[in-house]
């Protein structure tokens, strides 16, 4: 007996690693709804090495004018590790720099773009700071726009949970999407031609929409990856991985294996039950709304319909929410429309006389 409960003692303090992952730290994250499918450790602060400029790109990508020609500086020189040899006096797209950051993880072009959109590289880091606050990146400290440890031993540090929430919002740009799954790149400057290919490995696999490596020596192998299949778009981290590539395709298959995407609300479909307030008006949603589920948690969503009763509205006016809950938290709210009905498309007498009839 005191055996068992020792057991059950020690699988309540280690974390939860199943399905055999290697990784320190580990979450699969649904992209829709946010929703943690899989993880452990998910607050535990590491290094995060390149999967920085995952905001470097975002920040750059919503604050800069991508098509304006950049003039290369010498702060290039500051730069080491992984580049993009571009040099000074050499004129580059801030577009072509945000493909050489993501597909070649070019610490240079990193640097260069912190300083093409802020003015300074501490400037920009206050700003990617400001972005983590506002993200709710609770457990995530920048220091730099590149991912590497600072001469005065300062680094980078985040949660696989901060992460996900970053890439998620990323994820919701057009622009960043398009250089996140990118496999190859030419890029035309004032002095050359550069071909870029992407180090990501995922990326032959189908369901893989985009990623972005990391390593340094403290960090070790970091990881960050999209994949969407059947409806399914999910968003995986791993930090501290010596066998990332592997672990990310069983997260991901574990999910496509034991989850559906159900669909929760029909837009064609949709009626609100037991509403006598607006029964002269029509109540309607927008679109349809999907939620990755495995059979169990399917069973358990609650569709709770929340009306205002409104005396004056006009058409396309909100009058009400349908919340989507699992387990007491609320993953959507897809809002209700109202449309007052014309004559013209009220029943009439006959047609109401039919209905009383055909129900006998």
Not at 7 to 34: E, Q, R, W
Not at 90 to 118: C, F, H, P, V, W
Not at 131 to 138: G, K, S, W
Not at 282 to 300: D, G, I, Q
Request: proline share 1%.
């Amino acid at each position: 007996m005191k055996k068992n409960w020792l057991l059950l003692l020690i699988l309540l303090i280690l974390p939860l690693k199943v399905l055999g992952i290697s990784a320190s730290s580990a979450i699969t994250m649904d992209l829709d709804t946010g929703r943690v499918l899989y993880g452990y450790n998910l607050d535990k602060e590491r290094l995060i090495a390149s999967t920085t400029k995952i905001m470097t790109a975002l920040i750059a990508i919503e604050k800069g004018n991508l098509d304006e020609k950049i003039t290369v500086t010498d702060i290039i020189y500051k730069a080491y590790g992984s580049a993009i040899y571009i040099e000074v006096g050499e004129k580059i797209t801030l577009r072509d720099l945000l493909y050489g950051l993501m597909l070649r993880s070019g610490n240079d072009a990193a640097l260069m773009i912190a300083q093409a959109i802020s003015g300074s590289k501490e400037e920009f880091v206050y700003l990617m700071n400001e972005y983590a606050t506002n993200l709710d990146m609770t457990h995530t400290t920048f220091y730099n726009p590149h991912g590497l440890e600072e001469n005065n031993g300062d680094a980078n540090t985040s949660t696989v949970l901060d992460m996900a929430k970053l890439t998620k919002y990323a994820m919701e740009n057009s622009t960043f999407r398009e250089i996140f799954k990118t496999k190859d790149y030419t890029a035309k400057t004032s002095n050359k031609t550069y071909v870029w290919h992407n180090k990501n490995k995922l990326l032959n696999e189908d369901y893989i929409t985009g990623g972005k490596t990391g390593f340094t020596e403290l960090a070790r192998r970091t990881l960050v990856s999209t994949g969407s299949k059947n409806n399914m778009n999910l968003v995986v981290v791993t930090l501290n991985d010596p066998n990332d590539w592997e672990d990310h395709r069983t997260l991901y298959n574990d999910i496509f294996s034991n989850y559906k995407s159900y669909e929760l609300i029909n837009k064609n479909k949709f009626k609100v039950k037991n509403d006598d307030y607006y029964n002269d008006a029509k109540l309607f949603v927008k679109h349809n709304f999907n939620m990755t589920l495995n059979k169990e948690e399917y069973k358990k969503i609650n569709l709770n319909v929340n009306l205002m009763k409104l005396e004056n509205y006009n058409d396309d006016d909100i009058v009400g929410y349908v919340e989507v809950i699992l387990d007491d938290t609320i993953y959507h709210k897809e809002p209700i429309y109202i449309k007052k009905i014309e004559e013209k498309e009220k029943m009439s007498w006959w047609e109401k006389f039919k209905g009383w009839l055909f129900k006998w």
